[in-house]
């Protein structure tokens, strides 16, 4: 029987599709994989390096399959993502690891581990010198590993990611994410239809792209340019999508308004658009090197209300940017305000090593004042997207069945056939009902009976 393989993902939504892909592609090459890490003979832990908490998480981790590794010294640890990628040798260094992988070396990961089974040794790929254009032996590998595996990954019936683009050029002064996924790089369209239109054969209804800032997706191909637009629309004409959405959006004005018309014009692109504006204070935007003011962000989100009534929109922000004064933070208050999210997730302001804003400006904020602002933007947010959430009282709404839900919630289960399960309206609204769990990856239509913040509740009607 072949070795066993657990994976923990401990990242966003392209570190998960990763994981996704590691997954299938070890399966292939006759590894079992397990759920169970007493039952492993390989750990392999997929790090984000976006907030320092996310690393310290990992770290932590590192301390327990290092404990486990006493009584355990043949288990094979591998750390890849973006943490390998950022911290490379020092990681290679720490004692319970045998495997450091970037991202962009994934294509490598089951030689890695083979190899390391074999001579006990010590094994390193990350991507030297990741901002420079990758060769082309590099991009054709990610390719060809992206399609050959790029596989619904089960874990949500029915539902797959594709990713449309690589990397990112943004570099907002924050963000560690252009060091550790390199240049932007868009996919070649036929290569993204090839694999919805497999995704679709194999019974995949919902599709999500991603991309960093996804909405500038753009592919030359002689005289044609492609954008998210032209991709939404041919992935529209692939039979068995009834679903598709793309994440995450920058506010940059190209492609803009034909993102948002195919968005009015195709029932099968979902009304919902996750555009951050990380702050409400000009001054802060462009500290964090963001090209846009406020007032032109909220006429942004104006464009897309007046081309897709009832869109759904949500938002990220950093709270305690260095600088931001209390002044600053009324301002984004004031934003969120305005904006009218259906949701916003709330970051404190965590400096990443190597980003300007680390290198040039001081972490001035207080810990205690982040705090304070997180928790007073999340109360204001709480009442807008409770006010939101009523508006569905009564209402009748397709959603997409993901599964049993994880968390328990007032209407429990009335039924063991009859679990709690949680879905997805097409704007990002979860929905709880119960209902049997053979409903997980279908579309069903559910009456809405109660609301809360984050939650619908509802019945099958
Ligand atoms: N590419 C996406 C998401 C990037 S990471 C985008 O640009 O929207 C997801 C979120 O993490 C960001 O939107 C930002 O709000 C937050 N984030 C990124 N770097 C951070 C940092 N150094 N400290 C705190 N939050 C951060
Ligand atoms: Fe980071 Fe900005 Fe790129 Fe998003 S757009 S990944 S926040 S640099
Ligand atoms: Fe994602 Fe974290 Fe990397 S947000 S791209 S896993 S740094």
Redo the contacts with the bound molecule.
Sequence with gaps: MGKHVHIKSFGCQMNKLDTALVRSALDEAGFSLTEKVGDADVVLINTCSVREHAEQRVLSHLGHLKHIKKSRPDLVVGVIGCMAQRLGDELLEHEAVNIVCGPAEIPQISELITKVMQDGKKSLAVTAGIRRKAPAERSHALEEFEAAYGIEDGRIPAQAFVRVMRG?N???SY?V??YVRGPEISRPPEAIIEQIRKLADHGTRQVTLLG??VNSYKYEQGDKTWSLADLLGAASDINGIEWLRFV?S?PSDEFFDEIMQIMADSPKVCNYLHIPAQSGSDKILRAMNRNYSCEWYLELLDRARAVVPGISIAGDFIVGFPGETEEDFQATVDLLRKAWYKNAFIFKYSPRPGTRSDKRLQDTVPAETKQRRNVELLAVQEKISDELSRDFLGRRVKVLVEGPSKKAHLNSADAADNPQLAARTATDYIVVFNGPESLAGRFADVKIIRTSPLTLFGEPV
């Design positions: 990112c943004n570099f907002c963000c994410v252009p960093q800032t995450t920058y």
